[in-house]
């Protein structure tokens, strides 16, 4: 399992930082275009909610982005201090009456719904919001080292050579 | 109309169109997130108050685009049409594209592959860019899709037909070619 953090203050200044740091997270865990937009524009959202509904533009705060790959699982864990601020207990819109009406926001959390496999939050000890987001990624770049080993057998008078090939990714 | 750089992240560039003041091209180059929309949206609102009310965006140097950023576009689209206007796109990146496409909003704009296209988009006799794969590759178009167990109701992925087995319950599923879901 691999992971980084990045910790950003609570700037919209900052949402073209949170996207590059976790863009180049997902293609380093080999996640197609597709995906790499569908996780970009997810946290894109989530990023804005947090500075605009939660922190409120206050730069003396801020938040944290960890990614972690494990196996195919790409996971995002969005943490930041403050009063509770549970997206999942939002109503869910009727996308269809938001695209009719051609409303202009609010599309936010439809978009991480639909375009992650799993969002959890957790209010951890009354102080940290966490929430995760989880993707399985779809992979393209799948960078594979193979190594082969010989290994010599000795049976009587002949030698056996034994040759196994281990794939690295 | 002057050229002006919206927080050192989204460039607007105006060109008339054909000497005549009531037509624009915008041409964008930078992203457009939650960061720099209201002042997008601010800077073109006036020029639709202003008298322009036919603008061709030119999307070749937009590099991102968010959900406050497609706001932002039916928001003109709303303020254009309230003044018996019109606008069109052209030059999407495919990752700009992608997210249109992701969100269903690509049947509500005007989106062309280039200027010519765009501008006859606009009066009324060119053809749109393909927005929807042609009936044949419509089937393999649907793939990836998330969706729930029908036993346990588990969020899952799969990119392709085939039977299968929930993760969650072990309980057997069988995703057609056309994406429908059933138990075995």
């Known amino acids: 399992m691999k992971s980084e953090t990045i910790y950003l203050e609570s700037s919209l200044a900052n949402l073209a930082k949170a996207r590059n740091f976790i863009s180049k997270m997902a293609k380093a865990c080999g996640a197609n275009d597709e995906d790499i937009t ?14 605009e509904h939660s922190l409120g533009h206050d730069t003396e705060r801020g938040f944290t982005i960890q990614c972690i790959k494990n196996g195919n699982k790409f996971i995002i864990v969005y943490e930041h201090e403050g009063e509770k601020f549970n997206p999942i207990e939002q109503e869910r819109i009727d996308i269809n009456d938001h695209f009719s009406t051609l409303k202009e926001r609010g599309l936010g959390l439809y978009i991480m719904r639909e375009m992650m496999d799993e969002i959890h939050y957790e209010y951890v000890k009354n102080t940290t919001n ?14 594979r080292q193979v190594l082969p080993y010989i290994i010599p057998l000795r049976a009587g008078n002949y030698v056996l050579l034994m040759v196994i090939f281990l794939i690295q990714e | 109309m002057e050229e002006i750089t919206i927080k050192d992240s989204l460039k607007i560039t105006p060109m008339q169109v054909g000497g005549s003041a009531d037509t624009v091209q915008l041409v964008l180059n930078g992203y457009l997130d939650t960061y720099n929309s209201p002042e997008f949206q601010s800077h073109v609102n006036s020029l639709i ?31 254009i049409k309230q003044k018996k206007g019109d606008m069109a796109l052209f030059g999407l990146q495919k990752k700009v594209m992608d997210v249109f496409q992701l969100l269903g909003f690509t049947k509500f704009f005007k989106i062309a592959d280039d200027f010519e296209s765009a501008l006859a988009l606009l009066r009324g006799e ?25 036993h346990c109701g588990k969020k899952l992925k799969t990119s ?25």
């Open chain 2, 126 to 150: 060119g053809k749109e860019q393909m927005k929807e794969p042609p009936a044949a590759t419509q089937v393999h178009a649907a793939f990836p899709i998330v969706f729930g167990c029908p």
């Open chain 1, 38 to 51: 569908k996780i970009e524009i997810s946290c894109d959202e989530w990023s804005a909610n947090i500075i």
């Open chain 1, 130 to 143: 966490r929430l995760t987001l989880v993707t399985t990624v779809t992979r393209q770049y799948i960078h």
């Open chain 2, 49 to 79: 108050n202003s008298g322009v009310n036919s603008i061709i965006f030119n999307c070749n140097g937009l590099n991102y685009i968010s959900s406050t950023g497609i706001g932002a576009f039916t928001a003109f689209l709303k303020l």
């Open chain 2, 160 to 184: 392709k037909a085939g039977t299968f087995r929930c993760s969650g319950c072990k309980g057997i599923i069988v995703v057609d070619e056309g994406a429908k879901i059933k138990t075995a």
